[in-house]
């Protein structure tokens, strides 16, 4: 059973926890918000939940809000399998309770109405209704595929396998492996998913405010990214409201104030640009609605650190919606002649989408006080993706019918799991984890391309393009391309001009990859220091596994996502890279022994060793990348062990968030444990993320799990892991 339900006999509280934290209602004029329905109140729906259906065929009352949302984006669709799905799910869920105390059924119908609202098509909906009762219920999956067909079934067992994975920093990379996996293959899976948590976060009251906490992070670090890479910034900009509010309170109260104090205005500078944009369009003869879009309390709070004091411009922006392609480029036009354009803001994301399908042209326009409005123009299509994402594209996996054309209806499910509108993203995804050497690799690098929040366009030289992240270099482009094959690019003309494969593309660029004929070409080691992408990195380790270069022995490959090196961050000392050589023992006694710089081996680790130049003997943790090559290679292992000595050096790696003392707050967490800091880099924040490499020589080996909390408690820190870094190699 899931977290949220409650044995029947002890129901929980009497009172109805709040849809949201209060304190996360709206802060801004009536007039500002977007048309809604209003918030369902779940105390009547818990009531018509539990009085049922009237007649076997009449649409129950409880999800009568449901096929009025679903009929407002699918006026045709078919509502029977809701009115079957609903009393199944209420039948099977009768007498179960949440812990907010209403009737369980509650949550599957405000899962399954966050989905229609959003305009998701009718077997999303069947299924988001059943989601919790193959996992909570004595409904078995050969139930739900007799009665609602494979397909239904299908999303069903995968959401029902998503309930049973801990997202957390202790999460089994195996299991989250699995679950990507499975969600690449339908990703209705993961919209079902996110509605879900934005259900269960908008009732968090109810938790422990540890609980909360620590489900407020995972939504932050794992399923926030995945929805904005699934497009669905509706759920998105929600979740991230509500996760600021739990673990950020402060500064949450003073974004509120902010935008409090913006409502109690007494002019209003949004509204008057608004009017001017109207009547400029409204004079050329465009055809369009302006709106205005204030900004959600996470959007304000950067907006203010980015910008210093508010002005009243800057709480929201305008959102002007027409009706073609070609308009959007019309609108753009008037703008910028009749009023004042902030060149420098204006981006095209119609002619080339951001990686989550997302179309919009930006802009932004100023009046004589200096006051700036950004604006965007979309077409009503182009804002309902903007809105829902993939869960705005109907079923991807079937093709329309003439009688179904808007997708409302159920369709034939055959099997075929081609998707022609999944992300570039997530079909890389597939694409790179079944390369992925083990499962602690791709959650590390999992973890790395969702905070990749950018990704640009470049185009080939046949004419076609690809889709790579920020940053990303020829080496990269080579690999997105080639895959494999790319191991015998030689080179790149980067707009017509030859470039190293080091060179980083920017967006728009054309790239012509020049490929050696030599079947036997190899890549050069020096290519994973310019490679960026997952596909890439993975690629040249499992090349460079297979081809240890002579003398390399010792050289552990680097981790496709371990810390690459940077220029500014100071160089380890010597000493800094190996545990003490007294705190282990080789068989036959006698010989030298220190630890590998590559996995910091420290008890009670489990090791193995393996004699290098000069006689002496290097420990390895078992599951290190290194020795496993050594291994392959045929190099015979040497027994080792550990000796009495507790005392060891180990080298961590911390992964946070920017923000003001976190270092100082760091280091206090660790001098608390007892543990001294040997030497400690801090590289470049990238993308509002920090990376800290400590080596520290523990008292004790036994208290590493108990340091690593530590630490991982410290606000903004997301997680700590040992380092994985080449070691030095053997003269």
């Known amino acids: 059973m899931s977290a949220e339900a409650t044995n029947p006999a002890t129901p929980g509280p009497a009172t109805p926890a709040p849809q949201r934290p209060a304190s996360l209602e709206p802060a801004v004029p009536p007039a500002h918000r977007r048309k809604s329905r209003p918030r369902i109140d779940l105390r009547r729906l818990g009531r018509a939940a539990l009085l049922g259906p009237a007649t076997r065929d009449r649409l129950p009352d409880a999800i009568g809000h449901v096929a009025e949302a679903h009929r407002a984006h699918h006026p045709d669709a078919k509502l029977e399998p809701l009115r079957r799905a609903y009393v199944l799910a209420e039948s099977s869920h009768r007498g179960q309770m949440r812990k907010s105390g209403e009737p369980y059924i509650t949550h599957p119908l405000a899962v399954t109405l966050i ?158 640009i608004a009017e001017e944009v109207r009547v400029v369009l409204r004079d050329a003869g465009i055809q369009a609605e302006v709106l205005i879009r204030p900004r959600h309390f996470v959007s304000v709070h950067r907006v203010s650190r980015k910008r210093g004091p508010m002005r009243g411009a800057d709480f929201g922006r305008l959102l002007v919606l027409v009706n073609e392609d070609a308009d959007c480029y019309g609108v753009l036009g008037e703008l910028h002649t009749c009023l004042t354009p902030v060149v420098s803001e204006f981006k095209d994301f119609i002619a080339v989408p951001k990686f989550n399908l997302y179309q919009s042209l930006h802009t932004a326009v100023t009046r004589g006080d200096g006051q700036v409005a950004e604006v965007l123009i979309r077409t009503h299509q182009m804002h309902k993706v903007a809105e829902a994402g993939v869960i705005a594209l109907g079923n991807p996996y079937a093709p329309p019918s003439e009688d179904q054309p808007d997708g409302g209806g159920e369709r034939p499910f055959d099997g075929e799991r081609a998707d022609p509108t999944r992300p570039g993203w997530l079909s890389r995804l597939l694409d790179w984890q079944q390369g992925a050497p083990d499962p602690d690799t791709f959650w590390s690098t999992l973890r790395e391309d969702l905070a990749q929040d950018r990704e640009i366009t470049v185009f080939r030289a046949d004419g076609g393009s690809l889709g790579l992240p920020e940053g990303a270099s020829c080496v990269d482009a080579a690999y997105a391309q080639y895959g494999e094959d790319a191991h015998a690019c030689i080179g790149a003309r980067v707009n017509g001009r030859l470039a190293t494969l080091s060179t980083v593309l920017k967006d728009g660029d054309t790239v012509q990859l020049l490929m050696g004929q030599d079947p036997a070409s190899e890549p050069s080691r020096e290519w994973l220091e310019h490679a960026h992408t997952a596909a890439a990195r993975i690629a040249i380790q499992r090349w460079m596994a297979t081809h240890p270069a002579p003398g390399d022995e010792e050289v552990s490959g680097t ?35 220190r630890m590998a710089g590559c996995c910091t081996p420290v008890p009670p680790d489990e090791v193995t060793g393996f004699a290098v130049r000069g006689g002496v003997v290097t420990v390895h943790r078992v599951e290190c990348a290194g020795a496993a090559r050594m291994k392959s290679a045929g190099r015979p292992e040497v027994g080792v062990r550990w000796g009495d000595t507790t005392e060891c050096r180990v080298t961590l790696v911390a992964e946070s968030f920017g923000r003001p003392h976190l270092l100082a707050d760091l280091t206090e967490a660790i001098a608390a444990e007892g543990v001294a800091i040997v030497s400690a880099t801090v590289e470049p924040p990238s993308q509002q993320r920090v990376r800290h490499t400590y080596t520290l020589q523990l008292p004790d080996a036994a208290r590493l799990q108990v340091l690593m909390r530590a630490m991982r408690d410290v606000p903004g820190v997301y997680d700590v892991s040992r380092a994985q870094h080449p070691a030095t190699a053997a003269q």
Do not use: W
């Open 115 to 272: 989905l229609a609202e959003l305009g998701a098509e009718t077997t999303t909906l069947t299924a988001s209704l059943l989601h919790d009762t193959v996992e909570d219920t004595e409904v078995t999956l050969d139930q739900v595929r007799e009665q609602f067909g494979d397909e239904v079934c299908y999303l069903v067992d995968g959401v029902t396998k998503l309930e049973k994975v801990d997202y957390g920093a202790a999460a089994e990379p195996e299991t989250f492996r699995k679950m990507l996996v499975a969600t690449g293959n339908d990703v209705r899976v993961m919209s079902i998913k996110l509605a879900d948590r934005l259900h269960n976060m908008r009732t968090l009251g109810v938790m422990r405010p540890e609980k909360q906490a620590r489900i407020a992070k995972v939504t932050r670090d794992v399923l926030i990214p995945l929805a904005e890479r699934l497009g669905v910034q509706a759920l998105k900009t929600e979740l991230e409201d509500l996760v600021f509010a739990i673990l950020h309170p402060e500064e949450y109260a003073h974004t509120r104030e902010l935008i409090s104090g913006n409502e109690n205005r007494d002019d209003d500078p949004l509204a008057e």
């Open 559 to 593: 981790s496709a996502t371990g810390p690459r090196p940077s220029a500014e961050a100071p160089a380890r000392p010597a000493e800094a890279q190996a545990a003490r050589p007294a705190s282990a023992v080789a068989d036959p006694p006698g010989a030298s022994v």
